[in-house]
């Protein structure tokens, strides 16, 4: 099992900048991929970036050139970078491991962009 510690969340003006964190309980080599989600309050959730075990990454269309995600191996950590933040990017970010079958989630951590 995977236990994800998420962190980093806030509130934050237009235009800033927030980098979250997502620690894992169990060695990062164990894990396939590692993800970030995002829901909106009467929205979807949406996958926002996600980084393969080799280092692949890809990204929602709606932060492309403004979110980064990398990742940490030696300390089991996952971030995810978020520059020139917009209002719309405010939401409750949940952390996701996959391994194998089966995808734990993290508790999620507020990000709140005023205009």
């Known amino acids: 099992q995977v236990h994800l510690v998420e962190s980093g969340g806030g509130l934050v003006q237009a235009g800033g900048s927030l980098r979250l964190s997502c620690a894992a309980s169990v060695s990062i080599f164990s894990i396939d991929a590692m993800g970030w989600y995002r829901q909106a309050p009467g929205k979807p959730r949406e996958l926002v970036a996600r980084i393969s075990s080799v280092g692949n990454t890809n990204f929602a269309d709606s932060v492309k050139g403004r979110f980064t995600i990398s990742k940490d191996n030696a300390k089991n950590t996952v971030y995810l970078q978020m520059n020139s933040l917009k209002p719309e990017d405010t939401a409750v970010y949940c952390c996701?491991?996959?391994?194998?079958?089966?995808?734990?989630w993290g508790q999620g951590t507020q990000v709140t962009v005023s205009s």
């Open positions: 996701t491991a996959d391994q194998g079958y089966t995808t734990y």
